[in-house]
């Protein structure tokens, strides 16, 4: 089953219908009668209903169990003109694991 913060790859159609075919790849953002996705690229948001999900169903790529903890070092939003259905800010950041934070190499 698709879970909140799994990463997923869509199928092409659903790519096409959600995305414009841009990217096939995206984040869920919650799951409840419906799927709400979040494109990674332009941080655009589609919302998939529970039958379309089962007409094209996937599964994830990555699941959140799987995904390494980052601490944050540092946020540089970048100067992008993003599409009007766009949430949010895109911007460059600097991580470090949070296993390796504060291990001299």
């Not at 540092?74 to 504060?102: K, N």
């Amino acid at each position: 089953p698709i879970c909140k913060n799994d990463f997923v790859a869509l199928p092409k159609k659903l790519q096409n219908q959600l995305f414009g075919g841009q990217v096939p790849f995206a984040l869920v953002e919650s799951v409840t009668s419906s799927i709400n996705l979040i494109e990674p690229h332009t941080m655009r948001r589609a919302k998939l209903t529970g039958l379309k999900y089962w007409q094209n169903e996937f599964k994830s790529l990555v699941t959140a169990r799987e995904m390494v903890e980052f601490i944050v070092l540092d946020v540089q939003p970048l100067d992008y003109s993003a599409d009007a259905e766009a949430h949010g800010t895109l911007a460059e950041v600097e991580v470090a694991r949070a296993s390796d934070f504060g291990v001299n190499d």
